[in-house]
């Protein structure tokens, strides 16, 4: 049940009004979490600032989705979940590799244990120690993909938190 509506531009407050019509005059429909958040003029421009900065992470595309659809599973975002399993499919990725991302795991233990990690910033972040991030380096993980993972989860917390408190389902 959505709990707050999707905004149209000339609804929305004046910030969030030239965000959505510039989204919908360069590409088309702002889709329904983007004219939602649209309800916060700050919100939106911070979502969609992080977004973009996040697209030019060093994290491959498809380990990307993977590490998505672990965080989404945790975080319970049917949206977000069926999203990036889409993107994780058009990346390559097969339903094998999607169903064991959904499960925190990969066949590849460098993969694996990066996504491990992206988990537990998710769930337990307290939890970390020296010998969590000498494993990561041990693995060949850079410090920026390192960096780069805490950003991955953070921006699908925002997106998966935000569609279960505004009730927005696929």
Same mark, same amino acid.
């Given at each position: 049940m959505r709990r707050l509506t999707a905004l149209q531009p000339e609804q929305a407050p004046a910030r969030s009004r030239e965000i959505l019509t510039e989204i919908i005059e360069?590409?088309?429909?702002?889709?329904e979490m983007i004219s939602t958040m649209a309800h916060s003029p700050a919100l939106l421009e911070g979502y969609l600032a992080f977004s973009r900065a996040m697209k030019r992470?060093?994290?491959?595309r498809p380990l990307a989705e993977k590490i998505s659809l672990a965080v989404q599973e945790w975080i319970g975002c049917a949206m977000c979940r069926q999203a990036h399993e889409q993107a994780a499919l058009a990346a390559g990725l097969s339903e094998q590799d999607v169903k064991l991302a959904r499960q925190g795991a990969s066949t590849d233990?460098?993969?694996?244990?990066?996504?491990?990690?992206?988990?537990?910033?998710?769930?337990?972040?307290?939890?970390? /120690?020296?010998?969590d991030v000498a494993m990561l380096r041990a693995h060949g993980w850079s410090d920026r993909i390192i960096?780069?993972?805490?950003?991955?989860? /953070?921006?699908?917390?925002? /997106?998966?938190?935000?569609n279960l408190l505004t009730g927005?389902?696929?």
């Open positions: 360069r590409r088309g429909p702002a889709g992470v060093k994290i491959p233990a460098r993969e694996a244990a990066l996504i491990g990690v992206a988990v537990r910033v998710l769930v337990e972040p307290a939890s970390f /120690t020296d010998e960096a780069e993972v805490v950003g991955l989860v /953070t921006l699908n917390l925002l /997106t998966g938190a935000f927005i389902e696929p």
